[in-house]
């Protein structure tokens, strides 16, 4: 890591971090000069947020070190990081909802045993801070009547009452409309200039180049990167966040599409909080074609997708599948797209896709348990189940071949195979695949991906959704992508990384 | 003409006073805990393990303050057994009230028996100061005969145990806990979002902890009030089910402690108006079964909770044992 | 993050782990035997001696376990879908009303066995519709079950009380309670199955509802895992957000278990009712909704585990009459907590001994724990 003139706000050194099997932060070295805002970048589940949870001292690392303003020191409690004068606004809000903001500021830093006396001094306090930062806010009004750009300023607030002098904000423009963004930007700026260190994570592009000083990139855990902005492009740190994967190729034959079976129109999609996360998006996948659907993560795909397929209702909007309209803005049913064939493979295996409690046979009937091929009379047909997951098991060699045992007892990518061998032997003529490989090892990944191509040569519809762009490029026949909830663009399958890569940050009209 | 003084008579709101005040410190007691988010089915047990404890030390002792401090003592400790289970091992809270409910009746009895050998009762408290009795507040026999507030002040607000005043005591004390201290703005905070309280650096399970005992503290009264002052001695499941109509005043009040005491007033008042009524009509209605009042609490209760008249909407954090996430 | 828990072998997981549960919860009752100066010992040996020890204890002991069968099924079913039916009480004694019914108006006219079958539907019936409003409160509005079916055991109570001190009492009487079912609306004694083991019987209450029981043990474990019902129900219970994904209907499945669970609960009030009081009287469920709760604890919600935990409890409540005459501080109010204790140990503290027991499997067969980490990845 280069070292500048300026003075270290913090310091991290070899930090690690496992969940279980999964190691969450690998050897990370981080350097925040004082001062500046500094970027950190990566694409969900990069590891971000354990790395500032380590800071903050809601997780301890399993080894490494830390320094705030170069005094080595131990944060096993988010006490001891507020006492370092580190504060952190959460990507989920920790507010109490029927609160005032003046109840919420003091929660843990009330001065006394009664509350009077730290009110009225939360209140003068507040007053000056609205005045330093221009961070106006109602000190009465109760958080769940707040639009949720002032209930993150209440999270500054929070954290400034305290006496934070590093500031660190987790995907904090997630939750907030563009012209919100831009004054959380101004707030930052002036957060800076007052001397206050900033660390903004972000999964977003165009955030990076619009605030920050700094960037460091995350990958898989570890820190790739680390560049001063000015010095830096949109180009190179899209290559960085999605590196440089060996890419695996996948032999296939030029698409022959068909009809269009799943047709999309202006489909509107709000999430449970009320934000719209899909926009009037309108696409078509035909017969024997595989469309990809790019795009970081959190932009609407996931909505889309559950949308589409009778799991979420949608706001407005038409979907027809095989020319016939669907019901999707209310009393959507997704046993009913089944039975006309509609197959889809969730993103969430563990918590959508599969019961893990289940043994392996009952699911791979889940959502398939009315067919009459699992059923005699009243009874379930164990016996045909058990044949027909057998069955599945050797044609998609899942493993260890035992379909009496609990699925959670099967690897990542063999659980991923019984979500595939169940929705794929249905013969759907629409097949939805979310995030097909995620948390799948390699040699699983390039079973699944000619699994995929096979069933767009046997003439289905295939819409593909990923993150990961290598995936969508080797297996798609069109790609679209998606950034804060629209379609911004369509390409061949021949499109570059850094094409796609720009359209996934939303700089398209910026930059080209 | 008749009935109204029948049904709004002095004797009624006497003694609606005195059957709302267990309700009362039962209900304010799982209002401390519920409202840091640990669901409490088991006020039940709690206040009867209060009555017997209370109750046998207050014969042993020939004090009802020794007997007090005993219930108090066994209420608190089924309240940590609660929190045993519900917050350091993270089980099912319903479950663990559940269970409460009978290990407090069965040893009840068990114990009772073996102590005293009465079937299961204790030995009634006739000894001088074993028992909490009315206390004749000053001036009430000199005002007894001003006209409207001599009646109201000698007949209804004096001649209660101290416990009943105690126990309306208890409300304006846990409104301003509750709102003016910082345990109670920790404690509010705790039962909508533990992870909001987690985060500003405070310990979620010693603050649940400290809630659940301030439920067992208050259960204790509750269920020395039933065993050492209302009555004199301990019967065998004496709180019938006092428990769970404290639950549902607690519904029934939103989890606020003004809205608490009138919740109890209103489930006391039927109680009390069930006697006066048994056996007389009401007019243009007829005579209306005793049951129907004795179920009334609970199928207000039910009412309230389907949403017809107002939404009861418990804590947010309630039932739900606090697991960090990642 | 990985889950909590890491995977031990399924033996440990299914039998070791209960049974160090349950013989905590046995050794603290033992401790309050203790507590009270008496021999834990010699109670146990009293408890067995009085509940198998002769022709009559067993038959009681199977009487008594024919209620926690039903409402033990009650309460397991209600738990496959992530339910907690606490109303087997109120639902089995507002069910009585659907065996005493049919019993007083047809004991003249049918024979038992038919008056059997009207009965047997209208206990199922009336549980099925005490269960009905707490479910759809539930599954429409939100309102928790618990509370919901807490309060309609309450009431349950009072309507019971005003209609047996009302309507149901025969002119004349004093006790609140119907009059005597004539001799052929009473269920046939079980005497004989006794005597086919060769065990001498004076009288015992014993009567065909036991049968009906096991048969409905059999029913309910087909209903969860050999039926699609019992599928979804599963499906629901495990993992909501996957019931969505299936397409099943969530609001129907938790109507639809809750009138089951309620259904079994109420076809409880055979036994006492038709088959051993021969009347309907009040309080005779007795808390046996209560104990349901315990025994589905105790049987991991499994049939076969039910019958045995049912048993177990049919036991302590015979043999507990047979020790109240020989010990004088034991009553069989003993009973009572060993319930709560089994419901704390079993239920609520279910995991407390885990990590214990896992260190000890991870020293002596590291690989043995290793197994389930995979898989749980993010």
């Known amino acids: ?310 799991i979420r209702n949608a706001e407005k909007g038409t979907v027809l599948l095989g020319g016939q309209p669907i019901r999707v803005t209310g009393g959507a049913d997704p046993a009913k797209l089944r039975r006309r064939g509609m197959a889809h493979v969730p993103e969430d295996r563990h918590h959508m896709g599969l019961v893990l409690s289940f043994e392996e046979n009952e699911n791979s009937i889940l959502g398939y348990h009315h067919d009459d091929a699992y059923n005699t009379g009243l009874f379930q047909n164990i016996d045909a189940i058990r044949d027909d997951a057998r069955a599945k098991m050797e044609k998609y060699d899942i493993r260890p071949v035992d379909c009496r045992l609990k699925t959670a007892n099967f690897s990542g990518g063999n659980q991923q195979k019984i979500v595939l061998a169940r929705e794929m032997e249905q013969d759907p003529s629409v097949l939805i695949v979310a995030q097909p490989t995620r948390g799948v090892d390699v040699g699983a990944i390039e079973f699944i991906h000619r699994r995929i191509i096979e069933m767009r040569d046997a003439g289905k519809a295939v819409l593909l959704v990923s993150v990961e762009l290598d995936e969508i490029r080797s297996l798609s026949d069109r790609i679209l992508v998606m950034f804060a909830g629209k379609v911004v663009g369509e390409r061949g399958p021949d499109a570059t990384e850094g094409e796609l890569g720009l359209l996934m940050a939303g700089v398209e009209k910026e930059v080209a | ?116 050998r009465q079937g299961g009762r204790t030995p009634s408290l006739s000894a001088e100061g074993s028992r909490f009795t009315a206390i004749e507040l000053p001036g009430a026999a000199a005002m007894a005969d001003i006209p409207v507030i001599g009646p109201i002040y000698s007949g209804l607000i004096s001649g209660h145990s101290i416990l009943v005043y105690f126990a309306f005591l208890m409300v304006p004390v846990t409104w301003w806990v509750l709102f003016r201290t910082r345990f109670g703005l920790r404690l509010r905070a705790v039962g909508e979002n533990p992870a909001a309280v987690d985060t500003a650096g405070i310990s979620v399970t010693w603050l649940r902890y400290r809630a659940v005992i301030c439920c067992g503290v208050l259960c204790g009264f509750a269920g020395a ?7 004199a001695g301990f019967v065998k499941d004496m709180t019938a089910g006092r428990g769970f109509i404290a639950l549902a005043a607690l519904i029934f009040a939103k989890w606020r402690p003004v809205n608490a005491m009138f919740a109890c007033l209103l489930f006391g008042y039927l109680d009390a108006v069930a006697i006066v009524l048994q056996g007389k009509a009401i007019p243009g209605i007829g005579q209306v079964p005793v049951q129907v009042f004795q179920a009334l609490p609970y199928v207000l209760t039910v009412i309230l909770l389907a949403g017809f008249i107002g939404k009861a909407i418990p804590p947010k954090a309630g039932g739900m044992p606090y697991v960090k996430e990642r | 993050m990985a889950t909590p828990y890491a995977k031990l072998p399924a033996w440990v997981d299914y039998g070791l782990i209960p049974l160090i ?86 004991d003249g006219i049918l024979p038992w066995y038919l008056i059997f079958l009207v009965a047997i539907g209208g206990s199922a019936l009336l549980g099925a519709l005490w269960a009905l409003i707490p479910a759809y409160l539930q599954a429409k509005r939100g309102s928790h079950i618990v509370i919901t079916t807490i309060m309609f055991n309450f009431i349950a109570a009072s309507v019971m009380v005003y209609l047996l001190v009302g309507m ?35 009288s015992t209450p014993l009567n065909l509802s036991f049968l009906l029981a096991l048969f409905m043990a059999v029913v309910v474990w087909a209903l969860i895992w050999r039926t699609k019902l019992g599928y979804e129900i599963r499906t629901m219970g495990f993992s909501p957000p996957a019931a969505r994904y299936a397409g099943i209907n969530q609001a129907k499945i938790i109507i639809i278990t809750m009138m089951i669970s309620g259904a079994l609960a109420g076809m409880m009030a055979l036994n006492p009712v038709m088959g051993d009081q021969h009347r309907l009287q009040l309080d005779f469920v007795a808390g046996a909704g209560f104990v349901g709760i315990a025994v589905a604890l105790m049987g991991r919600s499994h049939p076969a585990g039910i019958i045995p935990a049912a048993i177990l409890f049919g036991m302590l409540y015979q043999g507990g009459a047979e020790i109240a005459f020989e010990m004088p501080n034991i009553s069989r109010d003993m009973i009572v907590i060993i319930q709560g204790l089994v419901i704390l140990f079993a239920g609520a503290l279910e995991h407390m001994f885990r990590p214990t027991v896992q260190t000890i499997f991870a020293s002596i067969r590291p690989k043995s724990v290793e197994l389930g980490t995979q898989g749980s990845e993010g």
């Open chain 3, 168 to 202: 149901l009492k025969p002119a004349g009487s004093m006790a609140p309670q119907t009059r005597t079912f004539l001799e052929g609306a009473h269920l046939p004694k079980l005497d004989w199955l006794l005597e086919l083991f060769g065990a001498s019987i004076r």
């Open chain 1, 1 to 310: 890591m280069r070292e500048t003139g300026g003075q270290s706000a913090i310091r991290l050194t070899g930090i690690n971090k496992s969940f279980g099997a999964v190691q969450a932060n690998r050897d990370i070295d981080l350097n925040v000069e004082r001062g500046t805002i500094h970027g950190i970048i990566g694409e969900n589940g990069a590891g971000k947020s354990t790395l500032m949870s380590i800071l903050y001292g809601f997780y301890q690392a399993d080894s490494g070190e830390i320094a705030i303003g170069g005094e080595p020191i131990v944060i096993d409690t988010p006490n001891q990081a507020i006492a370092a004068g580190i504060g952190m606004v959460h990507q989920h809000f920790m507010l109490v909802n029927n609160f005032t903001v003046l109840e919420n500021i003091i929660l843990g830093a009330e001065g006394a045993a009664l509350l009077s006396g730290g009110i009225a001094n939360a209140r003068a306090e507040l007053e000056r801070l609205e005045k330093e930062y221009g961070l106006d806010v109602d000190p009465d009004a109760l958080i769940e009547e707040l639009p949720v750009g002032l209930q993150q300023r209440v999270e500054i607030l929070k954290a400034l009452y305290r006496g934070a002098d590093i500031l660190i904000l987790d995907e904090p423009t997630g939750v907030l409309t563009p012209a919100e963004a831009d004054h959380l930007f101004r707030i930052l700026k002036q957060l800076k200039e007052q001397g206050k260190t900033v660390v903004l994570i972000t999964h977003k592009l165009r955030e990076i180049m619009a605030v920050t000083d700094n960037v460091s990139v995350m990958r898989q855990g570890t820190i790739v990167a680390t560049r001063k902005t000015a010095e830096t492009t949109v180009e190179e740190l899209a290559e960085l966040m999605v590196g440089r994967r060996v890419l695996l190729r996948v032999d296939k034959q030029a698409a022959s599409p068909g009809d269009v079976k799943l047709k999309v129109e202006g489909l509107t999609v709000k999430d449970s909080r009320g934000v719209t996360m899909v926009d009037d998006v309108s696409l078509e996948v035909r017969a024997g074609e595989i469309v990809g659907i790019a795009g970081v993560a959190g932009n609407g795909q996931s909505q889309l997708v559950e949308a589409v397929s009778g």
């Open chain 2, 225 to 231: 009030y039933l065993a050492v002052s209302q009555n």
């Open chain 3, 21 to 106: 549960n349950l013989a905590v919860a046995f050794v603290v009752a033992g401790l309050v035997v203790l507590l009270v100066g008496e021999s834990p010992v010699k109670a146990a040996t009293l408890l067995i001696k009085g509940a198998f020890g002769s022709g009559d204890g067993i038959g009681y002991t199977l009487f008594y376990a024919t209620n926690f069968i039903f409402t033990g099924l009650a309460v397991a079913l209600a738990f496959h879908c992530g339910l907690f039916n606490i109303g087997g009480e109120g639902q089995a004694y507002f069910a009585g009303l659907g065996v005493a019914v049919p019993c007083l108006a047809l």
């Open chain 2, 1 to 116: 003409m008749e009935f109204f003084s029948l049904i709004f008579g002095l004797n009624v709101f006497d003694s609606m006073l005195r059957v709302s005040a267990p309700l009362l410190l039962a209900c304010l007691a799982g209002l401390y805990s519920e409202r840091s988010g640990v669901f409490d089915i088991g006020l039940e047990g709690k206040m009867l393990a209060g009555a017997f404890a209370g109750a046998s030390m207050a014969y042993v002792s020939g004090s009802a303050w020794i007997g007090l401090l005993a219930a108090i003592a066994a209420s608190v400790f089924l309240a940590l057994v609660h929190g045993f289970a519900s917050i350091t091992h993270r089980g099912n809270q319903i479950v663990s009230g559940v269970a409460i409910n009978f290990i407090a009746a069965g040893s009840a009895v068990i114990l009772g028996q073996a102590w005293f």
